[in-house]
Structures are given as C-alpha cells and as structure tokens.
C-alpha cells in the first residue's frame, strides 16, 4: 500500500496509462486480424480488387501500429518488425 500523497497518485496515473496503452495494443491487433483476413480471401480468390483493398488495409494498419509509437505504447524498433512482417506476407502473397 502506498504510504505518500505523491505514490497514490502514481499509482492513479500507472492505472490510467495501462488501461489506456491496452486499448492501443487491442486496436492494432484488430488492424492486423483484419488485414490478415483480407490476405486470406486473396489467396483463396485472387483478383485485381482486391490488391487494392489489400493495399488500403495495410495503409490503415501501418497508420494504427504509428500511432501507437507516437504515443508510447510500442517501442519504435518493435513497430518496424511488426510492419516488416506484414509488408513481407503481403509481398510472398501478391507474387504468386
């Protein structure tokens, strides 16, 4: 238990912040969900439509995975390998 004005706070402040960076983190993992999904549906029908769509998805999530780095929740070498490996499986899938 906090003994001081000053630890009680932070321990206001730390809760803030955690539920706060969870919902970010949840954010983004439902980006990639649905990225992935979309890739997905590509490789069982591949047409022209849908490299658009693949093309906005992954737009959309590398948008959500920065801003999650602009406001601290992700360290930025962290984001790079996430969207590394979403560039490459969109890669490996529109080549075939």
């Known amino acids: 238990m906090a003994n001081t004005k000053s630890a009680i706070k932070r321990i206001k ?10 919902a970010y983190k949840s954010v983004v993992k439902t980006f990639i969900k649905k990225y992935l999904k979309v890739l997905n549906d590509y490789t069982n029908e591949p047409n022209s439509n849908q490299v658009e769509i693949i093309q906005t998805t992954l737009g959309l999530t590398y948008s959500k995975i920065d801003k999650a780095v602009k406001r601290g929740v992700f360290h930025s070498n962290k984001a790079a390998r996430m969207k590394s490996k979403l560039a490459l499986k969109s890669i490996n899938i529109t080549k075939k």
């Open 13 to 22: 402040t730390i809760e803030r912040n955690r539920i706060r960076n969870c």
